[in-house]
């Protein structure tokens, strides 16, 4: 990454290397690359930047940087803040990590669990309709598991989220 964004687009080692970080944050996340290189960058500069600043610095396209900076906003990673006279919207980065962290339980992990519950409740149903054989009777183990699995998490982020102070 080092030169591949430095180079591109006049970003010191420095500011390429944090965004690099991020951008390894956000891969094991499974979310979109620009995400991570936004954020980074945001986190790495001093002063608010707009839309057609981060387009310009990051050389990535004007839909990719609006469509991350709407899901970094909806993870309470980043916030608005007014511009020169008000003509245009900037952003800056939240570098709490509790609000990182809590914004992701809250907008990619807790929907995930719920549908996850919904998809347990479907496959357990599929296996009752199942003849009962051996192969049955694994799935039906597995099942079981995955449903003890569900249980912890939805126990797990409660606490995760108070620890937090989210």
């Known amino acids: 990454m080092s030169g591949e964004v430095g180079e591109k687009t006049g970003l010191s080692e420095f500011e390429a290397q944090v965004i690099g970080f991020f951008c390894d944050g956000v891969k094991m996340l499974g979310l979109p690359k620009s995400i ?27 839909g990719s940087t609006s469509q991350g900076l709407k899901m970094l906003r909806k993870l309470g990673a980043v916030r608005e803040v007014e511009g020169e006279l008000g003509r245009r919207v900037y952003y800056e980065p939240d570098v709490e ?14 929907p995930h669990l719920a ?18 054989d051996a192969k049955s009777d694994f799935y039906a183990g597995r099942l079981e598991r995955l449903g003890r699995w569900s249980k912890r998490s939805r126990i797990l982020l409660p606490i995760i989220q108070k620890f937090l102070g989210r």
């Open 97 to 110: 990590l509790k609000q990182l962290v809590g914004g992701f339980i809250k907008e990619q992990v807790r």
């Open 115 to 132: 549908s996850g519950e919904e998809k347990l409740a479907n496959l357990k149903a599929m296996v009752h309709k199942m003849p009962g």
């Open 36 to 62: 991570g290189e936004i954020y980074g960058l945001l986190y790495v500069t001093q002063e608010a930047l707009s839309l057609d600043d981060l387009v310009s610095r990051l050389g990535i396209s004007k």
